[in-house]
């Protein structure tokens, strides 16, 4: 959410950057906001106003008792009770219009950053880099599912019989993958000087407005019935909200810190077969990234926690690349995003597998939460990034690790947590499976 103060004086530049963003409909927000703030100082100052006449009405009052002036005290006291009243209707205005203002507020979205390519979609994003070889073997590589069920590693069956569609059992030396990866990755950013944590997995409707917009919210939080708690869509909500409403010291900058968590998403809307399988679901696992830190360190931070992510895919050999997202796939709360793709050889494509994000002071404007200043405190800029979120990572490990014989190689750094095993072996051969 940006300052309004900044929105007053920088109206054209807040409306081009909603033209930026395709979002032309929120142009007369712009002004409506504006308006709404040069009415609410009137009638704060008229509130003032009446307060100054009030004190100087009552202690008048005082001064005319002792003199004996009992019907001019009478008189005063009558026109201090008129203010009082008039003074009550003003706050209950100026409580009426900061509402309006912060509705219209939080539906402005951020200013994007100057490097941030102009797209309608995430149809234009922009290839920045790639890393890692992308291979396709001389071999058929069969569907995800295809090569879980080789290893008797997935029940979507039950699990839809369970819980419905979107939900799996993982079994066996699958599900020994999943937790192997995550634990990995749990390590991998701790060897990078990042403190684990393990967060509330549910939340209140102020920290979820905090950290996310409305349109976010209403396509994926889950909320529990009859209470204000929400099932968190990932750990950065919980991890950005611990913060809420504090005062950081300056030397205890940047927070850094990495969490696992579950996470929870509605994933509305009809998918293509692509994204059958285990990669949309309603339930899933993560370790994620978050940065508090000072202004001017935000986008040092996000070169770092990108890269993060593909050096953990490059140490599991899996071909990866960043996707810059263009001015009309960002979120409104972000000044600067990109997307992880990691390289599918059945698809013989790219498919997301991590999202990193710069919010500038959004998320803690919202949620209060400042660092101590000299003279003044300000606001702190949060980041956020995925290191790896299984099962969709599963998708692209089996796909780029699966030998030809139809076992899957598991790379050094994560055999320690697979019993010192150096391959997966399968119960049958999936290759032989129609993968269509």
């Not at 204000?228 to 030397?251: A, C, P, V």
């Not at 013989?348 to 994000?357: D, L, N, R, T």
């Not at 500038?360 to 200043?373: E, H, M, V, Y």
Request: with cysteine.
């Amino acid at each position: 959410m940006l300052d309004i103060k900044f929105v007053c004086d920088n109206k054209e530049l807040v409306k081009e950057n909603i033209k930026k963003k395709f979002q032309d409909e929120k142009l007369p927000l712009v002004d409506e906001v504006v308006n709404l703030y040069d009415e609410i100082r009137r009638v704060k100052l008229e509130g003032d106003n009446l307060r100054n006449k009030r004190n100087v009405l009552s202690k008048e009052i005082g001064n005319l008792i002792k003199q004996g002036k009992k019907d001019e005290a009478e008189k005063n006291k009558e026109l201090v009770r008129i203010d009082g009243e008039k003074i009550v209707e003003l706050e209950k205005k100026t409580e009426v219009l900061d509402k309006k203002i912060t509705e219209i507020m939080m539906q402005i979205p951020n200013i994007i950053d100057k490097s941030v390519p102009i797209g309608r979609d995430d149809t234009e994003n922009v290839e920045i880099e790639k890393f890692g070889e992308p291979k396709v073997p001389n071999f058929n590589v069969p569907y995800h599912t295809d090569i879980m069920e080789s290893f008797g590693g997935i029940d979507m069956d039950s699990a839809g019989r369970v819980s419905g569609n979107g939900f799996y059992y993982l079994i066996g030396d699958i599900a020994r993958l999943h937790s192997a990866i995550l634990s990995y990755a749990r390590d991998f950013m701790i060897n990078r000087g990042f403190t684990y944590c393990i967060p509330p997995y549910m939340i209140h409707g102020d920290v979820v407005s905090g950290v996310m917009s409305f349109p976010e919210m209403e396509a994926m939080m889950y909320k529990i019935e009859g209470e204000d708690l929400y099932l968190i869509g990932t750990s950065e909500h919980s991890m950005i909200g611990r913060f809420k409403e504090q005062i950081i010291e300056k030397e205890k900058l940047p927070i850094t810190m990495t969490s696992y968590s579950p996470c929870f998403r509605k994933e509305k809307g009809a998918h293509g077969i692509e994204e059958r399988g285990v990669y949309r679901i309603h339930q899933f696992e993560k370790q994620e990234m978050i940065v508090v830190c000072e202004p001017e360190d935000a986008m040092k931070w996000y070169e770092i926690l990108w890269k993060n992510t593909v050096d953990f895919f490059r140490s599991l050999e899996i071909p990866v690349r960043q996707l810059e997202c263009c001015s009309g796939d960002l979120a409104d709360l972000k000044v600067k995003s990109c997307d992880i793709e990691a390289w599918s050889p059945r698809q013989k494509k790219y498919f997301e597998v991590g999202s990193c994000s710069n919010l500038s002071d959004a998320q803690a404007r919202r949620l209060k939460i400042r660092i101590k200043g000299e003279k003044e405190n300000y606001f702190a800029y949060t980041l956020n990034n995925t290191c790896v979120a299984p099962p969709r990572m599963l998708i692209a490990f089996l796909e780029n690790l699966l030998m030809e014989d139809g076992s899957v190689k598991i790379p050094e750094p994560l055999r320690m947590y697979m019993g010192g095993m150096e391959r997966l072996i399968p119960k049958y051969n999936c290759l032989i499976k129609d993968s269509k």
